[in-house]
């Protein structure tokens, strides 16, 4: 079930909906106590730079205070995760007292330079709270997330009204009228001034050729 | 088409409610990035970056209260049918005077929002004061000009073309540097809706599929009976 694609990235075939996925060496942590009881949490070893699989497309990668106080040697994780895998990777970062000055060139060499999401959290226990939504949003239909709904189609009729109405020397009774005469923008954009006069008067008609071209 | 000079200088859009509420932003982006900031009425959005970006800026505690939940939503709607990408760039309260800085203390709701906006492919980014904003957005704005999404068509409009701006701006859905590259890339109005799908796409710096959306709201053939009540003079 689980083949080994790259040393750097495991390639995990199934994350049971509502499930996560948790490098083994997290057991026992209190993230991981955490998450016990509100999801379902599975082990699994040797899951090499992710920490969590979320779903089969998308994984967390944790960065404690710690690895940002030591120096850059998580920017070198997060480039070989980039380059080993086509997951989308979300970086969880603790952001506290002691490492919030290293946050800014975090965020603009995940984001900015990578191209991954990053979301910092205070601690472990927050960092849990955030997988569990995490894990929610990816077991829900997609319709459920209001960023990605469809949205509804519209009439054009109240638009192209009012687009017509941007003309100089049209108003609204003006545009109706031209409009059942010229029924598109684009027709209306390409009567001639007589077609124009008989519907509108020659002043008018004019200051919308010249409007035109 | 080659107004594109290399010296040209970084331009960022700034709607002007922007000014009042994050003053220090757009003087930050003048002053110590050297990028050249208009104010404009932008409809909904706050900054404009780059032909095809628009970027929110949003206080922690508006962000995290979820009375305003449905407006958020409406609104990234709205960017959402203009722009190909959306950031938000999420920034801390300011502390008053004489105030001690309240404890964020985060929510589901706030949890379930960074979820939803990430899995829709929307950028967030984490901001302590309006500098640190006009840095990320300076990064942003260079970010953008790499990958050839700058924005380029001279931001004032004179004369006519005033005209012919409002008149853009009026098509459902079309930004306001939508707009402002339709009015310079084409010399009459008259060319732009006699242009092709291609056409529009290469001059407005729109992805085909919001061309052909606009092309098809120049030859769509308007019926009246469908026109609802409200709209009958």
Known sequence: ?213 | FGIQGKTSPLCVLVDSREISSGPEVASCLRIKYSIKTEIQSLCGCDYIVSNRMAVTRKLVSDFASSMNKNKFTEHIHQLQNMFERICIIVEKDRVKAGETSRIFQRTKYYDSMLSALISAGIKILFSTSQEETAGLLAELVNLEKRKNAAIVVPTEVKGPKQQALQFYLSIPNVSYITALNLCHQFSTVGQMINSSVDKISSCAQVSSHKAEEIYRYIHYAFDSQMLPARCIP
């Not at chain 1, 075939?13 to 379902?40: F, T, Y």
């Not at chain 1, 040797?46 to 994984?59: Q, Y």
């Not at chain 1, 929610?136 to 997330?145: A, G, L, P, Q, T």
Request: glycine share 6%.
């Open chain 1, 1 to 213: 079930m689980v083949e080994l694609e790259n040393t750097s990235v495991q390639v995990v075939s199934a994350v049971p909906l509502g499930h996560v996925l948790v490098d083994e060496k997290w057991r026992g942590s209190e993230l991981v106590q955490k998450l016990q009881g509100k999801i379902r949490v599975l082990f699994e070893d040797g899951l090499g730079l992710v920490d969590f699989h979320l779903s089969n497309r998308c994984c967390v990668i944790y960065i404690s205070e710690a690895d940002l106080v030591v120096g850059s040697s998580y920017k070198r994780k997060l480039v070989r995760f980039r380059n080993a895998s086509n997951l989308r990777g979300i970086v969880v970062v603790e952001k506290t007292r002691m490492s919030e000055q290293y946050f800014p060139s975090v965020q603009k060499f995940v984001l900015l330079e990578l191209g991954m999401a990053l979301i910092p959290v205070a601690d472990q226990g927050e960092a849990s709270q955030l997988i569990i939504q995490l894990v929610h949003e990816e077991s829900k239909e997609r319709d459920h997330n209001p960023f990605l709904r469809r949205n509804r189609l519209h009439l054009a009729e109240p638009s192209v009204l009012n687009t017509i109405q941007q003309i100089p020397g049209v108003g609204k009774i003006k545009a109706l009228s031209l409009l059942q005469e010229f029924p598109s923008i684009h027709h209306l954009g390409n009567a001639t001034t007589e077609e124009l006069s008989a519907v509108v008067g020659h002043t008018v008609a004019q200051q919308i050729r010249a409007f035109f071209s």
